[in-house]
């Protein structure tokens, strides 16, 4: 199983080997302390961006999926 430096671990890959589908992102240790230094502001600001592009990746379905979980 993949690990991050969280300590959290991933979900296995299938049984040919291929891994789950979805979506993996690994974030190091570096890329934390660079944004744990920014504003409130500038981490909204990156926040809100990052859901965004999240939500514009997002198949159909899963957008519909999302919309049911929220109750819309």
């Known amino acids: 199983m993949p690990t991050c430096s969280s300590g959290w671990t991933g979900p296995p890959a299938v049984a040919d080997g291929d891994p789950p589908p979805g979506f993996r992102h690994r974030v190091s240790d570096e ?3 660079v944004f744990a230094a920014r ?3 500038e981490r909204l600001r990156w926040l809100d961006e990052t859901r965004a592009t999240l939500i514009e ?3 159909p ?3 519909r999926r999302w919309r049911v979980v ?3």
Do not use: H, I, K, V
Request: proline content about 7%; charged content about 35%; cysteine-free.
């Open 31 to 33: 890329q934390l302390r």
């Open 39 to 41: 504003t409130p502001d």
């Open 70 to 72: 929220r109750g819309g």
């Open 61 to 63: 379905e899963t957008r």
């Open 57 to 59: 990746m997002a198949s």
